[in-house]
């Protein structure tokens, strides 16, 4: 999984997410639609999150509530700290890159819808750091 | 007059010869059971689960005729909504009896969603990994922390100060804003935790901090008091929880920040959709548009200039620019903050249909 994000990448996150209710569970329900914008690729997709997991992913953002926007580099560099390390480090977490000034920034025309990231935002970060249980599947194979 | 007979016999319950001839028939198998054969109640009522989560607030609404909330709360008792109510229910005097007054249009999801997300403050904060921090760094963690304690204080009270005066009809109104209560009261138990567990203390309390509370504290109405605590100070609150990506001088702190933020979104969330719902819904919305504009004139300098205070400000700078030799820029990232805190504030105000742009005389670049 080194395309990301992409469509399969992130249906694989999410499949990771709906297998392991007990720990979104206890993060607590979530209902948004997050999109994620690869600004220079111009690629996007959106995870529909509800309950306490996915019901589906799609490719374009013009359905999401609000966009997570960033190059790719930014992406596939928070990827794979995640894979390095089993979750995001300090500076590689969605609300850290988020930040003004950073390197990814949260698009929506509602503030409201904005707000959502900030409402659910260790669901968010749970669902990508997802990423750091395959890295251990990927070195026990290789192993 | 004794409220409560310590001595309670027959005679003292019955309130009447009814209910005297009533306890006299028990003991001979005289039960009354009307209430069992009343053809009054809407009978057959069935909420749908919703599937792997449970039976929440919003789907008992969507039962008929339960979720029907009226503009004007019928009654001013605590009977609860959709029930038969017997003649001669005393009134509670509530003070809130109009929908305007008090709803949110996602008061109920907010609602589910704030009791499926609560956490622990004690378990939950991992406080085995606090290390020792250089004394500039311990010292504005923890004054950053006394603030924050002191800023939850009215958070918490908030809630409780006005859902009492509350109409019960609209009783999701109040269980969201006991959710409110609880938050706060977990925010301040865990940033006076944080201010004691490392070697540090409580700082100081500032006195323009303690006048924005109070002023909070003064709101005469319910929409101004929550303008003031949900749209403009937790609005505030919000962004200084998100900041702690950046003022977190360990993961301990950050886990607090992100917990906290969570929360603080919901009451902001609900803030924003009150008013909006109050303007949209007021039976004079251009007077009382006005009404508000001119209380938010005078409110926004009283909650923003707790952001100019030193011992407010200087240890998010410090904490910023990770030591006090680093202060000059910590206000650098202190200064993007404010225009953050700023511009977020007046986009939930456009939400709102409340337009601040071009009244608002707080700048929208920090004055410092």
């Not at chain 2, 109009?98 to 609560?118: F, H, I, P, T």
């Not at chain 2, 101004?224 to 937790?234: A, N, T």
């Not at chain 2, 200084?240 to 902001?268: N, W, Y």
């Not at chain 2, 998010?316 to 620019?321: D, E, I, P, R």
Request: with cysteine; glycine share 8%.
């Amino acid at each position: 999984m080194t395309n990301f994000p992409s469509l399969t990448s992130l249906e694989e996150l999410a499949a990771a997410m709906n297998t392991d209710e007990e720990r979104f569970a206890k993060l607590g329900v979530v209902d948004c639609k997050v999109g994620i914008s690869v600004t220079d690729t111009g690629e996007g997709f959106t995870v529909e999150f509800e309950r306490y997991g996915v019901a589906q992913v799609t490719e374009g953002v013009g359905q999401a509530e609000f966009v997570l926007e960033a190059d790719s580099d930014v992406w596939q560099a928070m990827y794979h700290d995640i894979v390095a390390h089993g979750s995001a480090s300090r500076d590689q977490t969605l609300n850290y890159l988020a930040l003004p000034g950073i390197a990814m920034t949260i698009r929506s025309d509602d503030q409201l819808a904005e707000d959502l990231f900030y409402r659910y935002n260790q669901t968010l970060q749970s669902f990508f750091d997802s990423a750091g249980s395959f890295s251990s599947v990927v070195a026990a194979q290789a192993v | 007059m004794t409220l409560v007979s310590e001595d309670v016999s027959r005679s003292d319950i019955a309130e009447d010869a009814e209910r005297a001839a009533y306890l006299e028939g028990l003991s001979e198998g005289r039960w009354d059971l009307r209430w069992l054969h009343d053809d009054r109640p809407a009978w057959g009522a069935k909420a749908a689960l919703r599937p792997g989560v449970g039976l929440t607030l919003k789907a008992t609404n969507q039962v008929e005729p339960y979720g029907r909330i009226e503009a004007r709360a019928p009654g001013g008792s605590m009977a609860p909504r959709g029930c038969v109510t017997e003649e001669g229910l005393p009134a509670m005097g509530y003070t809130y009896n109009s929908k305007y007054q008090v709803w949110a249009e996602n008061v109920e999801s907010l609602y589910d969603e704030a009791v499926s997300r609560q956490w622990d403050a004690t378990r939950d904060i991992p406080w085995h990994d606090l290390e020792p921090l250089p004394p500039d760094m311990e010292r504005a963690m923890c004054q950053v922390s006394t603030m924050l304690t002191e800023v939850e204080f009215i958070a918490a009270d908030f809630p409780a100060m006005w859902s009492w005066q509350m109409n019960q009809h609209f009783h999701e109104v109040k269980l969201f804003l006991a959710t409110q209560a609880m938050d706060e009261a977990r925010h301040l138990e865990v940033f006076r935790k944080r201010a004691l567990a490392n070697g540090g203390g409580l700082g100081i309390a500032a006195r323009t901090t303690e006048r924005a509370l109070a002023s909070i504290r003064a709101a005469d109405s319910y929409i101004k008091g929550s303008y003031m605590m949900h749209v403009l100070g937790e609005g505030i609150v919000l962004d200084i929880f998100r900041a702690g990506e950046f003022l977190s001088p360990t993961d301990v702190e950050k886990k607090i920040f992100r917990m906290c933020m969570q929360d603080e979104a919901r009451h902001v969330s609900y803030g924003t959709m009150h008013l909006k719902y109050f303007l949209e819904h007021h039976p004079d919305p251009v007077e009382a548009k006005e009404e508000l504009h001119a209380f938010a004139d005078a409110a926004e300098p009283i909650i923003f200039r707790v952001f100019t205070a030193p011992s407010v400000i200087e240890p998010f700078a410090v904490l910023a620019g990770e030591g006090v030799d680093g202060i000059e820029s910590g206000f650098e990232a202190i200064r993007i903050l404010w225009v953050k805190i700023v511009e977020e504030y007046l986009r939930r105000c456009e939400r709102a249909g409340f337009d601040r742009r071009g009244r608002c005389k707080v700048g929208t670049a920090a004055p410092f």
